[in-house]
């Protein structure tokens, strides 16, 4: 039997599971390391403390399923996106590495916004300008830091710096770094258009050779096979930035389909053959499958909120969130003129938008109060699936991944409000199958991701839209939109 071991490198969780071809798991094993944060804003972590994490992790499953390393046909990843990683030219960390969440460039990243180089730069990158881009964090280095600048031989990413320890070879997988803004998405590598517009034309040479998702370069070292039990020479592969294992595992390999991912963010995903630039700055990247593109729209405006809520509002319940799902159920839908903006993290409405509640009045209680919650996750999951939509058309089917999948109520919601139906994907580990489902393609055990994701990936169960509700979730969602705008419009609260 051979078994894919694919290993997922959240902003604060490292996790290894291991499957058979058929996306059967064994075991999975995870450990969490807390985030550095030395400053406000900003987001770090060490990366030989992550090493470490993976290496017992690694180790953790081969011992649980008892499965020989011999087993193991290969070995690829899943990670978060953006971020830097920068390694001197000993192939040891330059300083902390710095998370995507990370938000010291902010500045700088205002200053290219006034002075118009975002615009001058999706051209190229097609990304919208942001704090955490590999791009952004070098320019902040340059400023301040110019020592750990000069110091750095490659630009690497989560992931990349994750294959580099296992195998001695430098890579920039290509699903990751073609969202850096250093990469020409069009033309497929890097762009000295994009260094010099960012202020970093002496990164243009210290950049990693890029590597497709199912690319082996280079197996487990002798080294790393001591450390993580694994067997020299096993295959390690490119692997994933993390939105794509989740389109992966929802198996979008054709445009029928857009992935809606629910957790602590909410992203929207589509596949196409086409790089379309319109009016709207779309973010684009190269997917796994030959010739095709992934666009996405997404902020941390989910399911964060609400587990924010319950830990807030219902300590000491044994059940919270099942009985959240109940008083939902107990509602006609739509019931209430309470709004919920779940703005906690982020806001993809406006950058003077914070979280809050509007419309309360004594005649509610708690369950309109959650519904609230929820309806507003949702409305903010619609305004990113309604761009998406501009693009891709309305004749597709919604596959959705993340914890909420496991509430019938909270998906029935999503369908009513976008009037779409909705595939429920109940993938418990997307980032370590994906990862495994890029090992299985490379290690030729399928000719091609289409049919690997057919074998390997779950089945869905269909949740049609209830048409009587639509109409009033379409007046909710409106009075939402305006309700942002007019917020918007204020000046941030003091």
Same mark, same amino acid.
């Given at each position: 039997?051979?078994?894919?071991?694919?290993?997922?490198?959240?902003?604060?969780?490292? $996790?290894?599971?291991?499957?058979?071809?058929?996306?059967?798991?064994?075991?999975?094993?995870?450990?969490?390391?807390?985030?550095?944060?030395?400053?406000?804003?900003?987001?770090?972590?060490?990366?030989?403390?992550?090493? @470490?994490?993976?290496?017992?992790?690694?180790?953790?499953?081969?011992?649980? *399923?008892?499965?020989?390393? /011999?087993?193991?046909?290969?070995?690829?990843?899943?990670?978060?996106?953006?971020?830097?990683?920068?390694?001197?030219?000993?192939?040891?960390?330059?300083?902390?590495?710095?998370?995507?969440?990370?938000?010291?460039?902010?500045?700088?990243?205002?200053?290219?916004?006034?002075?118009?180089?975002?615009? !001058?730069?999706?051209?190229?990158?097609?990304?919208?300008?942001?704090?955490?881009?590999?791009?952004?964090?070098?320019?902040?280095?340059?400023?301040?830091?110019?020592?750990?600048?000069?110091?750095?031989?490659?630009?690497?990413?989560?992931?990349?710096?994750?294959?580099? $320890?296992?195998?001695?070879?430098?890579?920039?997988?290509?699903?990751?770094? @073609?969202?850096?803004? @250093?990469?020409?998405?069009?033309?497929?590598?890097?762009?000295?258009?994009? +260094?010099?517009?960012?202020?970093?034309?002496?990164?243009?040479?210290?950049?990693?050779?890029?590597?497709?998702?199912?690319?082996? !370069?280079?197996?487990?070292?002798?080294?790393?096979?001591?450390?993580?039990?694994?067997?020299?020479?096993?295959?390690?592969?490119?692997?994933?930035?993390?939105?794509?294992?989740?389109?992966?595992?929802?198996?979008?390999?054709?445009?029928?389909?857009?992935?809606?991912?629910?957790?602590?963010?909410?992203?929207?995903?589509?596949?196409?053959?086409?790089?379309?630039?319109?009016?709207?700055?779309?973010?684009?990247?190269?997917?796994?499958?030959?010739?095709?593109? +992934?666009?996405?729209?997404?902020?941390?405006?989910?399911?964060?909120?609400?587990?924010? +809520?319950?830990?807030? +509002?219902?300590?000491?319940?044994?059940?919270?969130?099942? !009985?959240?799902?109940?008083?939902?159920? *107990?509602?006609?839908?739509?019931?209430?003129?309470?709004?919920?903006?779940?703005?906690?993290?982020?806001?993809?409405?406006?950058?003077?938008?914070?979280?809050?509640?509007?419309?309360?009045?004594?005649?509610?209680?708690?369950?309109?109060?959650?519904?609230?919650?929820?309806?507003?996750?949702?409305?903010?999951?619609?305004?990113?699936?309604?761009?998406?939509?501009?693009?891709?058309?309305?004749?597709?089917?919604?596959?959705?991944? /993340?914890?909420?999948?496991?509430?019938?109520?909270?998906?029935?919601?999503?369908?009513?409000?976008?009037?779409?139906?909705?595939?429920?994907?109940?993938?418990?580990?997307?980032?370590?199958?994906?990862?495994?489902?890029?090992?299985?393609?490379?290690?030729?055990?399928?000719?091609?991701?289409?049919?690997?994701?057919?074998?390997?990936?779950?089945?869905?169960?269909?949740?049609?839209?209830?048409?009587?509700? *639509?109409?009033?979730?379409?007046?909710?969602?409106?009075?939402?939109?305006?309700?942002?705008?007019?917020?918007?419009?204020?000046?941030?609260?003091?």
């Amino acid at each position: 039997m051979r078994y894919f071991l694919g290993i997922d490198i959240g902003g604060t969780v490292i $996790k290894s599971g291991l499957y058979d071809a058929n996306g059967q798991e064994k075991t999975v094993a995870t450990q969490t390391e807390t985030a550095i944060v030395a400053h406000p804003g900003w987001s770090e972590r060490d990366p030989v403390a992550m090493w @470490s994490a993976v290496c017992s992790t690694i180790r953790q499953v081969l011992r649980d *399923s008892g499965i020989k390393s /011999g087993d193991v046909a290969g070995v690829s990843f899943s990670a978060h996106g953006k971020g830097l990683y920068a390694v001197d030219e000993n192939g040891g960390p330059v300083r902390n590495g710095i998370i995507s969440s990370d938000n010291r460039a902010l500045p700088i990243v205002m200053k290219w916004k006034a002075e118009g180089i975002d615009a !001058r730069a999706y051209p190229y990158g097609y990304q919208q300008v942001w704090s955490g881009h590999p791009v952004s964090l070098l320019a902040w280095l340059k400023q301040n830091e110019p020592d750990s600048y000069r110091k750095i031989h490659r630009i690497l990413m989560a992931h990349d710096w994750v294959r580099y $320890k296992l195998t001695g070879d430098y890579g920039a997988e290509v699903t990751n770094i @073609s969202g850096s803004n @250093s990469y020409n998405v069009e033309k497929g590598a890097y762009d000295p258009e994009l +260094f010099r517009l960012f202020g970093i034309e002496e990164m243009e040479g210290r950049t990693a050779p890029v590597i497709d998702s199912a690319e082996s !370069r280079a197996g487990v070292s002798r080294k790393a096979a001591e450390e993580t039990g694994l067997r020299a020479g096993t295959p390690v592969y490119g692997g994933f930035f993390d939105v794509v294992s989740a389109a992966v595992c929802a198996g979008l390999a054709d445009p029928r389909y857009i992935n809606v991912v629910m957790g602590t963010w909410t992203i929207e995903t589509w596949v196409t053959e086409t790089l379309v630039t319109p009016g709207y700055p779309y973010i684009w990247g190269r997917y796994c499958i030959p010739g095709k593109y +992934f666009v996405h729209e997404g902020s941390p405006t989910s399911a964060g909120n609400l587990e924010w +809520f319950v830990r807030t +509002f219902m300590a000491g319940e044994a059940n919270p969130f099942d !009985r959240c799902n109940a008083m939902l159920e *107990s509602l006609k839908k739509a019931e209430s003129p309470v709004y919920f903006l779940p703005y906690l993290f982020s806001s993809n409405l406006g950058d003077n938008l914070s979280a809050g509640f509007y419309g309360l009045a004594s005649a509610y209680g708690l369950a309109h109060v959650v519904q609230a919650v929820y309806e507003g996750i949702c409305f903010s999951q619609h305004a990113h699936l309604e761009r998406i939509l501009e693009l891709s058309g309305r004749d597709k089917i919604l596959r959705l991944t /993340g914890g909420p999948a496991r509430s019938k109520v909270w998906m029935q919601m999503v369908a009513d409000i976008s009037e779409m139906p909705v595939e429920v994907m109940h993938v418990k580990e997307s980032g370590c199958l994906g990862a495994s489902i890029a090992a299985a393609v490379g290690s030729g055990s399928y000719a091609s991701f289409a049919e690997a994701m057919v074998a390997m990936c779950p089945k869905g169960s269909v949740v049609d839209p209830d048409p009587a509700a *639509s109409s009033r979730y379409r007046e909710k969602y409106q009075y939402y939109r305006h309700l942002a705008a007019g917020l918007n419009a204020l000046p941030p609260a003091v």
